[in-house]
C-alpha cells in the first residue's frame, strides 16, 4: 500500500457519507429478490432437509476452505475481472446450480465462493491493496461475515469489520472455522430459494446475482475503510464508528 498525503476533515465526511451510501445501497438488490420471490428470509432456511441445515456449517467451512485456496491460485493465471463479469459469471453458475435443484445448488456453491473470493480480491486490489498479503487475505474472509443480501441491516452489523487475529500459524484456519457458521447462515438462504419449485434456475440466478453485488459493495466499504484510515491519518476504529452514527439514524 503506497503513502497517501493526509485528507481535510471534510474530504474524510464527504468519502465517510459515500461508504455509507454503499452500505445502505448493498442489500437492495436481495431485498427485491425476495419481494419477487414471494418469501421472508426467516423462512427460506426452513425449506432445507433437517440433515442439511444440521452439517451446513461444515459444508461452509470446507467449502470456504477450498474456495480461498481456489481464489488464491487462480490470480496467478487469471486477472481481476470487471464487477458486471464477475456478477454475469455467478448469475449464470446460480442458473446451472438452480436447474437442478438441491442437488446441484450444493454442488455449485464452492464454485460461487471461489469466484465471490476472487471479486472481493479484485476490490482490494482496486484500493491499493496487495490480495496476496495475508492481511488482506484476512480481510477478505472477514468480508464474507457481513450479513448478507437477504437480511435486514441498518449499520448495526459492521461487526466484520471489526474482527481481529493475530497473524500466526493457522490463523487463516481459525478464522475460517469463526466465519463459516455466519456464511453458513446466509448461504442456506440461497441454497433454499434454489430450491423453490419451477423456479429453481430464475431463484438461483437472482441470489448470486444479489449477492455478488452485495460482497463487491462491502467489500468497497471494508477496504474504503482502510483505505481511508491511512489518507487521513485516523483510526480505523474511529472511522467505523463514525460510519455508524451515520446509520443510525434509519433505525425505526
Known sequence: MTEFATLSPAEVETELDRLAARYRAAGGAGVHLLNLLGSKAEGLLDRLPPSLREGL??????????????????????????????????TAMGAAGGFGGLPTAFVELPATV??????????AAEHGFDPASE??????????????????????????????????????????????PRLAAVLGQKLAAQTVPLLGALAGAGTNYAYTRYYQEIAHVHFGLRKLAIEADIPEADLIERLRQRMRPRLG
Do not use: Y
Not at 114 to 123: D, M, P
Not at 143 to 150: E, Q, S, T, Y
Open 135 to 180: 492481511s488482506v487475505q484476512f480481510d477478505c474472509v472477514r468480508v464474507l461475515a457481513a450479513a448478507g443480501p437477504l437480511s435486514s441491516d441498518d449499520g448495526s452489523d459492521l461487526g466484520f469489520i471489526t474482527l481481529r487475529l493475530t497473524l500466526t500459524g493457522g490463523t487463516m484456519q481459525r478464522l475460517i472455522a469463526m466465519v463459516a
Open 57 to 90: 456449517d461444515d459444508a461452509t467451512e470446507r467449502a470456504l476452505a477450498i474456495a480461498m485456496k481456489a481464489a488464491h491460485e487462480t490470480r496467478k493465471t487469471v486477472p481481476d475481472q470487471a464487477e458486471w463479469v464477475n456478477t454475469a459469471v455467478t
Open 114 to 123: 471461489t469466484v465471490l473470493l476472487r471479486a472481493i480480491q479484485g476490490v
